[in-house]
């Protein structure tokens, strides 16, 4: 018997197709038959059409249902299924994959969402939470945002965000940041009373700007503080910003490579609404989040899962617990966290699952974020 089944959000069927379709009951071996997902609420309806050999009689049926098949596999509108090494995937009608990212024109997520993305359109969100919106809610394909600098630390919004919302690391993006000081033209460092920046690129340039005496001013983004200079005109005002963001906004390039270390890099994430399979053909990271009891050397148990089994730990960083950030303990209150844990191991590695399956006999919650190939192009 041949059976052929595709599934795709029921937000995106259109009436026409189901008026088409309907179960043949004189013949149920050669039925298209539609199912729903979820009982809750249908979010998937799935297609699906079966024809036994030598059935003459259900060859229409079958041949239409094919017919259907192949037009919603082509849809622009059908996600197509993530795979490990699509991640610099065109969109499934041939266009380009939309990306958002944080910022405005020139910013350096842009720069990160088309270095993960090549020939991608990348679509600028005001904010960190919109970019994870618009993914949700299928506005744009991806999103790729900022989680951690060499010189200023971690992005904790970000941190917070991957918790609060529900989307998959796809991938991981490392780029080179390397800042300017910018300025309308006719200006010189001399001028300058002020700088504008985001606060991350204002913290990497903290040695320059601390010996060029400038009082600093937090913005969205670097490209952000680039267009206010020029749409402003100011003249007692410099931006920290990229080379490319002069170029957009027509500023002057005061100093380059400001930044405290010359090897400054910031690690963005691919976001998406499904996760990728894990492989194991190349180098794979997980990241994962997770709490834990009170007591003494509970995180240290969680952290031996991994080294008794030779993982090796990339990052962890602690974030208060919203929900509960404070619980009691023999009359006593303690801050409550989440560890989030980047290791080097895909899910598809028995030992990175009986890591986690160890973790989860006391973790009190866990929760994998991303299994994805670790970018080895600043190695
Ligand atoms: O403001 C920008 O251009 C950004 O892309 C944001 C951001 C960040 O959040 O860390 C990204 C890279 C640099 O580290 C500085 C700023």
């Known amino acids: 018997m041949a059976v052929h089944a595709v599934r795709l959000p029921a937000t995106q069927l259109h009436g026409g197709i189901s008026g088409n379709l309907s179960p043949s009951s004189r013949n149920p071996n050669a039925a298209i038959r539609f199912g729903c997902g979820s009982s809750k609420r249908c ?14 009689h259900g060859k229409d049926n079958y ?9 919603l596999e082509d849809s622009p509108l059908l996600p197509k299924p993530l795979s490990s090494n699509q991640l610099a995937e065109t969109a499934s009608n041939g266009s380009r994959v939309r990306v958002a990212y944080q910022g405005v024109r020139g910013a350096y997520s842009e720069s990160a969402a088309e270095k993960a993305y090549p020939n991608c359109e990348p679509v600028p969100c005001e904010e960190f939470d919109t970019a994870f919106e618009a993914v949700e809610r299928w506005l744009v394909d991806r999103a790729v945002l900022p989680i951690e600098n060499s010189l200023g630390g971690s992005i904790h919004r970000n941190y917070d965000l991957l918790l609060r919302h529900n989307l998959h690391i796809v991938g991981e993006v490392k780029l080179a940041v390397r800042h300017c000081l910018l300025a309308n033209h006719g200006v010189s460092i001399e001028d300058l009373k002020r700088v504008l920046s985001h606060p991350q690129a204002l913290a990497q340039c903290e040695n320059t700007l601390t010996r060029l005496g400038l009082v600093r001013e937090a913005v ?10 020029a749409f402003e005109n100011l003249s007692d005002a410099a931006a920290v910003a990229s080379a490319e963001a002069a170029k957009i906004y027509g500023l002057n390039i005061l100093a ?3 930044q405290d270390d010359s090897d400054n890099v910031t690690r963005f994430l691919m976001l998406a609404r499904e996760p990728i399979i894990p492989g194991t053909n190349r180098l794979f990271k997980t990241s994962i989040v997770f709490s834990l009891e009170e007591g003494p050397g509970v995180l240290f148990k969680a952290l031996a899962v991994f080294s008794l089994r030779e ?8 974030r208060p617990l919203r929900k509960h950030p404070l619980r009691a303990s023999g009359g006593l209150k303690y801050f409550d966290y989440l560890f989030y844990v980047d290791f080097e191991a895909s899910m598809a590695d028995e030992v990175a699952q009986n890591a986690l399956r160890n973790l989860e006999e006391f973790a009190t919650f866990l929760r994998v974020l991303g299994s994805y190939p670790v970018d080895t192009t600043m190695l």
Request: hydrophobic content about 40%; proline content about 0%; overall charge negative.
């Open 256 to 258: 380059e490579d400001i």
């Open 220 to 229: 969205d983004d670097t490209a952000g503080a680039a267009k206010q200079i």
């Open 63 to 71: 041949v239409r249902a094919m017919e259907v098949k192949k037009i």
């Open 43 to 56: 979010r998937f309806i799935s297609v699906s059409a079966s024809l036994r050999e030598g059935d003459e």
């Open 311 to 318: 993982i090796n730990l990339t990052k962890i960083e602690s």
